[in-house]
């Protein structure tokens, strides 16, 4: 806990302070967190890595024909960096750099991948997308290619998603390009299924978010007081994720607190949901005005090339 810098501690009370209370879902990922969501990825309902994964496979030839080899790689919240090592297979970059906030978890995975890939000169950067990607400073400007995928975007509201790229998009030269990933709207049932998997792992993951909140403010949530809820919101094309209070509880903090009534909630994650022609209008806002789009047959998932 003390540890933890001032300016997350003060983010994270503000957010508990606030009507409707929320916590930034980048605090799901303290290690637990992130082996939770790597458990996530290989539910059967959890569709959208599994269907990214096909389609960077149906179209691996054609992705690495229009990016090239000798790229500097660059993954914004690389995880468990599995992709990313079916994209260096496929692509043979110069270097690739591993950018995550869950630092534990990105340096064993870059231990990893180092192992696995010991030709190419790989990067590991603790850090926070929101604040700033404070990026190696030898590290060549030309012939970047930025690898956001699992529609991580999804987790930004559409103006926090255009800055976001907007940064992005600053990173590169004019050479450079973003392959993201991108989660299209769909059947609400595979939706709902999708973030309230049978198993309980999504639940867990939720619910993690307050044991890490615990740790890292030295607040007194008691995690059993809470339950997982999420569903889908068609009015902001997105899926919601709320931890909701059992009964009327109090939550301590050093320096502070507040009072839970029961069936209050915490919002926790957004994930949106876009339709092509959206998400490619918003790259072109950010400065990708030519973009390549690669679906599956069901219109599920997207994963798209965008240059400026
Ligand atoms: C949904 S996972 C995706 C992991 C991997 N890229 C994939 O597609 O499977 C999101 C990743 O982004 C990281 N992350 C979340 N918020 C972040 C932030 N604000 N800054 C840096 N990394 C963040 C998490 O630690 C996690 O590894």
């Keep these: 806990?003390?540890?933890?810098?001032?300016?997350?501690?003060?983010?994270?009370?503000?957010?508990?302070?606030?009507?409707?209370?929320?916590?930034?879902?980048?605090?799901?990922?303290d290690a637990r967190g992130s082996a939770l969501f790597e458990q996530i990825t290989r539910l059967t309902e959890y569709y959208p890595t599994r269907i990214e994964r096909e389609i960077m496979a149906t179209h691996a030839a054609a992705i690495a024909a229009n990016v090239g080899t000798g790229c500097t790689l660059i993954e914004p919240g690389a995880g468990n960096c599995e992709k990313a090592k079916i994209l260096c297979e496929l692509i043979a970059p110069a270097c690739f750099v591993a950018v995550d906030i869950s630092e534990e978890f990105l340096h064993q995975s870059v231990k990893e991948l180092r192992l696995a890939l010991p030709t190419i000169d790989i990067r590991a950067v603790a850090g926070d997308l929101n604040r700033e990607i404070a990026l190696p400073a030898d590290l060549p400007r030309q012939q970047r290619l930025l690898y956001y995928p699992g529609s991580s975007i999804g987790n930004f509201d559409p103006?926090?998603?255009?800055?976001?790229?907007?940064?992005?998009?600053?990173?590169?030269?004019?050479?450079?390009?973003?392959?993201?990933?991108?989660?299209?709207?769909?059947?609400?049932?595979?939706?709902?299924?999708?973030?309230?998997?049978?198993?309980?792992?999504?639940?867990?993951?939720?619910?993690?978010?307050?044991?890490?909140?615990?740790?890292?403010?030295?607040?007194?949530?008691?995690?059993?007081?809470?339950r997982h809820l999420a569903f889908f919101n068609s009015t902001e094309s997105r899926i919601e994720m709320h931890l909701v209070a059992a009964t009327d509880t109090l939550v301590r903090w050093p320096g502070g607190g507040r009072s839970f009534v029961r069936g209050e909630r915490i919002h926790t994650e957004n994930s949106y949901k876009y339709r092509v022609e959206d998400f490619v209008a918003l790259l072109s806002r950010a400065g990708f005005p030519r973009t390549q789009v690669w679906t599956d047959e069901r219109g599920w998932f997207a994963v798209m090339l965008a240059r400026p």
Excluded at 4 to 9: G, N, Q, R, V, Y
Excluded at 187 to 198: I, S
């Design 1 to 29: 806990m003390s540890k933890t810098s001032l300016p997350t501690k003060l983010e994270i009370v503000e957010g508990l302070m606030q009507t409707p209370p929320a916590i930034s879902p980048k605090y799901f990922y």
């Design 159 to 226: 103006a926090q998603a255009l800055a976001l790229l907007s940064r992005m998009r600053g990173l590169l030269d004019d050479d450079g390009a973003l392959l993201i990933g991108v989660d299209l709207l769909k059947d609400l049932a595979v939706l709902d299924a999708a973030y309230n998997d049978a198993a309980g792992v999504t639940a867990a993951f939720n619910l993690n978010l307050l044991q890490h909140v615990n740790q890292l403010t030295g607040s007194d949530f008691d995690v059993a007081q809470w």
